[in-house]
C-alpha cells in the first residue's frame, strides 16, 4: 500500500498531467444503494452524444460507459424464501443501455453467484452480435493451492472458459481477462494459476484464432504481480488492462490497493488502453459526507456527486471504458447523461477533487468495493451491506462514541435504525463465526472476521447507551 501523502496544487498538476493535450484527446460497479438525483433529471437522457473511446489495435469504437455485469437486480423467489436475478429488468437495462449508446458489458463467471454470465447472455443475444462487446474473466481461484496436477488445474480453467462461451451465448469474446492479478501470495499465486500449467498458451492461442479478440488482465494487490506481467507485455503483447482508478485511490490507495497515478502511468508509457473498475470505491463515492456535499454542489448544482468520480475517470485520455455496476434505471440514466457527452474534468476541479480525497482519508472506512467476491457467506451473513452501512455512518456524521457527544442520540438511533431496514438481523454482524473463508476471496485483503468482531462490539455499545 502506498501512504497517503499531501500535494500542493501545482505538483498535483504536474503529476495528473492535464491540459490541453488530454483534452484534445478525447473524441471509455455502483452499489445496491437507492437512487440518488441525477444530473438535470427532468431532461430527456441523451441517445446520440455518448463519448467513445478508439482501442488502437483494431480501432473500435467503445462507449466511454461500460456496464459492470456484478450487481443485477433481483426479485424475490417464487418459494418466497430467497431472490433470484430479475431476468425482465435486466432486459430493460440493456436494451436502454444499448439504445442511448452503451455498447460495453462486463462479466465474470463468478459474478452474482455464478448466475451473471447466463443472464447477461440471455440479454445480450436480443441484440445483433456485432452492436456489443462482451468482456468476461477467467477466474481460476479454485486452482490455488489445492494440490491439482498442471494438467488438472489446465483443465479445470478450460472448462471454465468454454462454459463462459456456451453462457453467453456467443462463440467468441471480445475482452478476456485474467482475474484479479495480484491476489493470494503474488507472482507464485499468478504463475500457478496460468502460467504453471500452460493456460496462457492456449489463451494466446484463443486470440491468435479469433476467438478472444483482445486479451488483458484484472488487477488486484500484490504490485509486483502488476510490475511482472508488464515486463513481459512485449513477449504477450496485452490487449489492455483493468484497473481501480478513482480520485481517492488515484494518490491515496488504502488496504491492498496501489496508488492508481503509478498504474495509469505505467500502462500509458506502453500504449495499453486503460479499462477502469471501481470509479465510485464501492458507492462511497456517490453520496460524501454534507459538507463535501456541498462544495461540489456549489461548483456544479445540478450534476450528481456520482458524476464527479465518473468525469474524474474519464479524464484519463489513455481511459477506454469506466464500469460501473448499474442496478437502478436511475443511476444507468445519471451516467448516460454524464458521458453524453464527457465534459473533462478541468485543472481546479482536479485540486477540488484532491482536496476532497485528501479530506475523504480522515474517515476510518473499511476499503470494502461491494464487490461480493466474499459471497455467499456460508452463514448468511450480508458482508457487503454491513460495510456498506458502516462506512455511510461515518461519512454522514452517524457515530456516537460516548453519551458526551454533542449529537449521539440521533446518531445512535440513526445507526442502529438504519442498521436494521438496510441489514436484515439474521445477516447482521453478529452472527458471524471467524470462520475466515470470505477473507481469502477479498482482493482488498480486508480482515473481514475482525472488522465482523469490531462492528458487533460497537453495536452492542450503542445498544447499551442511554437516551
Request: aromatic share 10%.
Amino acid at each position: 500500500m502506498n501512504k497517503p501523502k499531501k500535494i500542493n496544487r501545482r505538483e498535483f498538476l504536474k503529476l495528473f498531467g492535464m491540459g490541453a493535450a488530454a483534452t484534445t484527446a478525447l473524441a471509455a460497479c455502483t452499489t445496491n444503494s437507492k437512487p440518488t438525483e441525477g444530473k438535470k433529471p427532468h431532461e430527456e437522457v441523451p441517445t446520440d452524444k455518448m463519448t467513445y473511446r478508439k482501442h488502437p489495435k483494431t480501432g473500435e469504437q467503445v462507449s466511454i460507459l461500460g456496464y459492470g455485469c456484478m450487481r443485477w437486480p433481483t426479485k424475490e423467489a417464487a418459494d418466497g424464501k430467497d431472490e433470484e436475478i430479475d431476468q425482465e429488468a435486466v432486459n430493460a437495462l440493456v436494451d436502454y443501455a444499448i439504445a442511448h449508446g452503451v455498447n460495453y458489458f462486463d462479466t465474470a463467471p463468478p459474478y452474482c453467484r455464478g448466475l451473471s454470465e447466463k443472464v447477461t447472455g440471455i440479454a445480450l443475444k436480443r441484440h445483433p452480435r456485432k452492436s456489443y462487446y462482451i468482456a468476461t474473466k477467467m477466474s481460476n481461484f479454485d486452482v490455488i493451492d489445492k494440490g491439482l496436477s498442471p494438467k488438472e488445474s489446465f483443465d479445470t480453467s478450460v472448462e471454465m472458459y468454454r462454459n463462459s462461451l456456451r453462457d453467453l451465448q456467443t462463440d467468441y469474446i471480445d475482452y478476456y481477462l485474467l482475474h484479479v492479478v495480484g491476489i493470494g501470495k503474488g507472482v507464485p499465486t499468478l504463475k500457478e494459476r496460468f502460467f504453471d500449467n500452460h493456460l496462457i498458451d492456449f489463451l494466446l492461442k484463443e486470440r491468435e484464432e479469433g476467438r478472444i479478440r483482445h486479451l488483458g488482465f484484472s488487477y488486484h494487490g500484490d504490485i509486483k504481480s502488476f510490475d511482472y506481467m508488464l515486463s513481459r507485455h512485449d513477449e504477450f503483447k496485452w490487449d489492455f488492462v483493468q484497473i481501480q482508478l478513482n480520485y481517492v485511490d488515484y494518490r491515496h490507495a488504502s488496504g491492498s490497493n496501489y496508488n492508481a497515478d503509478y498504474l495509469y502511468a505505467e500502462l500509458d508509457k506502453r500504449n495499453i488502453p486503460v479499462v477502469v473498475m471501481e470509479p465510485l470505491l464501492g458507492g462511497r463515492l456517490a453520496d460524501l459526507t454534507d459538507h463535501l456535499n456541498a462544495s461540489l454542489k456549489q461548483r456544479r448544482p445540478e450534476d450528481s456527486i456520482a458524476s464527479w468520480a465518473f468525469r474524474f475517470a474519464g479524464s484519463f485520455p489513455r481511459v477506454l471504458t469506466v464500469l460501473s455496476g448499474m442496478t437502478y434505471m436511475e443511476h444507468l440514466q445519471d451516467n448516460i447523461r454524464t458521458y453524453s457527452p464527457l465534459e473533462p474534468c478541468t485543472k481546479d476541479e482536479m485540486v477540488l477533487l484532491e482536496e476532497t480525497a485528501q479530506m475523504l482519508m480522515k474517515y476510518p472506512t473499511v476499503p470494502c468495493t461491494t464487490c461480493q467476491y466474499c459471497m455467499p457467506c456460508p452463514y448468511g451473513i450480508d458482508i457487503p451491506g454491513i460495510f456498506a452501512h458502516y462506512n455511510k455512518c461515518i461519512h454522514k456524521g452517524y457515530m456516537a462514541s460516548s453519551t458526551q457527544d454533542e449529537n449521539y442520540r440521533s446518531a445512535r438511533r440513526a445507526f442502529l435504525v438504519g442498521y436494521d431496514r438496510s441489514v436484515p438481523r439474521m445477516r447482521q454482524a453478529n452472527h458471524c463465526i471467524g470462520c475466515g473463508k470470505c477473507t481469502q476471496h477479498c482482493p482488498q485483503e480486508i480482515d473481514i472476521p475482525a472488522e465482523m468482531q469490531r462492528i458487533d462490539q460497537y453495536v452492542e455499545r450503542l445498544k447499551t447507551m442511554k437516551d
